[in-house]
């Protein structure tokens, strides 16, 4: 993390509480709260999927006024089972197997509802979760938008990024033999999903430079460091492969068709200009089909929330929605915050602002980021996408009964007080951010 950014962001600090709430099929999705417990909700949606949560992730809320929840998805991060070990079986995690887990966590913390916040991937994820749930949803903040469609992922895994990173692509292609290179996710998978790991390691190592090195304008060789750390580039490769090989388990097209039962939703779209890995036009189309939503295209950043330009737009974004949110005061009325909200200038082009100005109201007064400490290198990415809980999906997974069922069982989703070893735990994750 560069100096830049802790003059952008809030202060680190430290999750209040944690715990593992059991989802099912033997998944145990970590979560953690910090910030102020009577604050206003926000959920933290990270990317990849399979880059888990960071803890400069908490730092895009103003901690005084917000309620952070970040967690893991299935599989990575600080959840269990990790998919970079021998025995993880992905077959349990899909796009709506998150979903529900999400839901499930809402309703375990006790939240009526929430601001959901995502990045690339978590874009997607927040799309998904606000269709299937919009009465869940307060409003939405989006980054990076990626939503999955076939040209997405060609332009990114099947060789139309190689027109800008020639060389980087080169290193990519390079553990796939020539005649199995039509099909690189087709081939990917066979080296990812190979039990022995003179096979699986280089793949993941391969792929997740190839990603990391997308992320930023200019290079960033601490977040390629963290993200081809073995472990983490393991569950990083496995996981997005297994997802992007489904199409997210999405109709072609459906987050973007699914616009219509979320748009009285306040939200805000922010995009690099630059960025290769979700390229500005899936931006651009959710901005067609959701005009209402705050467009900002960041002039000069790639896709990382961890670019300055990015993360001031985010940080601005989460400042207004909490802009009403009285301090120490326990969760707001959602249409008092929407109306009461004030865009703040912006360092990027607004392409369509709908938001409307009000005097008066100083997003800024009460967020004074401290300069100083660099709480841990990474870039973030963090998508969501919505859509009708998948027909295919819902007879065999129904993974909220079966949460429900295990957690009666096990009574093991309570709330736990965060002790000494969590908080040396959560201060020390350096998993891909994002
Ligand atoms: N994946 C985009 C995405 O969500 C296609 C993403 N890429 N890298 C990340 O996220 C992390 C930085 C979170 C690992």
Known sequence: MNEQLDDILYPPIEPYESGELIVG??????????????????VFLHGGPGGGTAPYHRRFFDPERYRIV??????????????????????????????ADVEL???????????????????????????????????????GIFTLRRHELEWFYEGGASAMLPDLWEDFIAPIAVLE???????YHRRLSDPDPAVHVPAAVAWSQWEASSLTLLPDPDLVDTMTEPRAAVALARIENHYFLHGGWFE????????????HIPAVIVQGRYDICTPPMTAWDLHRAWP??????????????SEPGIARALRAATDRF???????????????????????????????????PEPGVDPEASAEPEPGVDPEASAEADASAGADPDPEAGADIDPGAEATQE????????KTPVGDATRRAAASVTGASS
């Open 292 to 305: 209402e939503a705050e467009f900002t295209m960041v002039p000069d950043a790639s896709h990382a929330a």
């Open 181 to 187: 290179r039509s099909r690189l996710l087709e081939a």
């Open 322 to 356: 909490a802009a009403s949110v009285p301090l120490a005061a326990s969760e707001p009325d959602a249409d008092e915050i929407s109306s009461a909200a004030e865009p703040e200038p912006e360092p990027g082009v607004d392409l369509g602002a709908s938001a409307e």
């Open 25 to 42: 099929d033997g998944n145990r999705v970590y979560w953690e709260q910090s910030g102020n417990p009577d604050g206003k909700p926000v």
């Open 407 to 414: 957690s009666a069982t096990e009574d093991s989703n309570a």
């Open 252 to 263: 072609e097209g459906q987050l973007l068709a699914g616009v219509d039962a979320i748009r």
């Open 105 to 143: 966590l809402r309703k375990n913390l006790g939240i009526e509802r929430w601001q959901v916040f995502g990045g690339s991937w978590g874009s997607a994820l927040a799309l998904a979760y606000a269709q299937a749930h919009p009465d869940a949803v307060t409003e939405l903040v989006l980054r």
């Open 70 to 99: 970040l967690l893991d998805q299935r599989g990575c991060g600080r959840s269990t089972p990790h998919a970079s070990e021998p025995e993880a079986d992905l077959r349990h995690n899909t796009t709506w197997h998150l979903v």
